[in-house]
């Protein structure tokens, strides 16, 4: 026997206090009444018990997240003040018809369980305005879901849903939509209904259109389609329209929200340039044309953009533009309008072979990467000696050197 198994059994014997009492084994030793193969599961009476404590109290407020729950009692129904109903994290593959009872209901969070479906009965919670459906098993979102038309907050990430249902327009009250990390391919026209929506996540799919109607949803703030198959963005992105609220008659707002601060398309494929028949305040996207009004940070990364239109200089306020891992010929002149940006990636553009002089004149930019682009109209020891010693070069050799 080993050094290490004769001390383990003399540490037993002294920890028993007799000198010839069983000698436990290193197996023995680590074993303990506590562990986690002898504690025992919520039992339907515990549930049980924290709904009768909820009903004499009165609670508007159950939280029953995390029990390992596989099924809720009918007695649910007896709790009929609950504006809050946290059930997430459990193992709850369906809902009791009685969970309709609730009718007062303002949140209803079954995030994390295992549901492929919703009882009818839900369509009683006229007064529902959060209902989270993340990390579920639904395979299509629950045809009771579009008749719940007080939602402002739904979630439905990380399921497997195909399709979406023109039914969606009904809940027109929505500001959040998350249907992100799913499988759709499709979005219904009806989606212009939304129009009250802030923040549309749709990213994680295989969606390669969008509907035309997507640019009544004037007030979007958040728009996520990355990861996706996208092989251009509707025109009613891009389209002006007059507002009766106080513009004037010159102003032109974009169909997506002047306030839109973040797009991100990610690696979508896009391509085909389409020339803008008006000189709007825009960027083109390949295939579409956008608006950029307040924008700090363009992400373009990993597209097929052979050229950046001349518009950009417009954005006054960017102060991040990300354009790696494109295809672009050259940087138009008017960059050097931008004097709030600090950094600007052109990296992987293996056809880029100059800069203009103009970029020297973004006096607060701090960090270029231009790694992967040829840049063979530039001097190649400026080029090897690093982005610094280019913006230099830029200011010196350039019409502007007086003024930076």
């Known amino acids: 026997m080993s050094t290490a198994s004769s001390s383990l059994k003399k540490e037993a014997k002294k920890e028993s206090g007799a000198g010839t009492g069983v000698a436990f084994t290193l197996q023995n030793t680590i074993k303990r009444p506590n ?38 009692p009918p007695s649910i129904k007896e709790l009929t003040q609950l504006t809050e109903l946290y ?56 045809p009771v879901v579009y008749s719940l038309v007080s939602l402002t907050v739904l979630y439905l990430r990380f399921n497997r849903i195909t399709q979406v249902e023109k039914e969606l327009g009904n809940l027109c009250k929505l500001t959040m ?70 513009v ?25 340039v389409r020339r803008p028949d008006s000189d ?5 996207v390949t295939n579409c044309i956008l608006f950029f009004f307040l924008w700090q940070k363009l992400v373009l990364t990993n597209n097929q953009l052979n050229s950046l239109p001349r518009g950009i200089g417009h954005l006054s306020n960017l102060t991040h533009l990300m354009v790696g891992e494109n295809q672009l010929n050259h940087v138009p002149e008017e960059i050097g309008t931008l004097e709030n940006l600090e950094e600007l990636y052109l990296n992987d553009n293996p056809t880029l072979h100059s800069l203009p002089f103009e970029l020297a004149l973004c006096c607060k930019l701090q960090i270029m990467s231009i790694e992967n682009c040829p840049l063979s109209q530039l001097p190649p020891p400026i080029v090897n000696s690093g982005p610094s010693f280019i913006i230099q070069y830029l200011k010196m050799q350039g019409p502007y050197r007086a003024m930076v």
Do not use: F
């Open 87 to 142: 059930l997430y994290g459990n193992k709850l593959p369906t809902l009791p018809d009685e969970i309709g009872c609730l009718v007062n209901l303002v949140t209803l969070a079954l995030n994390e369980n295992t549901l492929t479906g919703l009882p009818d009965t839900l369509s009683c919670l006229h007064n529902l305005r959060m209902l989270d459906l993340r990390h579920n098993k639904l395979r299509m979102i629950p």
């Open 35 to 72: 562990s986690q193969m002898t504690r025992k599961k919520p039992s339907n009476m515990e549930v049980m018990k924290e709904l009768a404590k909820c009903k004499e109290q009165n609670s508007t407020r159950l939280d029953l997240a995390k029990r390992s729950i596989t099924a809720l």
């Open 280 to 284: 709007e305040i825009m960027v083109e």
């Open 177 to 246: 939509l998350s249907i992100r990390e799913n499988k759709i391919k499709h979005l219904p026209g009806e989606i212009g209904h939304l129009r009250s929506l802030l923040t549309l996540d749709v990213a994680h799919n295989q969606l390669e259109h969008l509907p035309e109607e997507i640019g009544n949803c004037t007030q979007i703030t958040n728009l996520d389609l990355q990861h996706n198959e996208l092989l251009d963005l509707p025109e009613s992105i891009g389209k002006p329209c007059r507002s009766g609220h106080g």
């Open 248 to 272: 004037g008659e010159d102003d032109h707002l974009s169909l997506l929200s002047s306030e839109l601060k973040r797009l991100n398309i990610g690696i979508a494929a896009l391509s085909e």
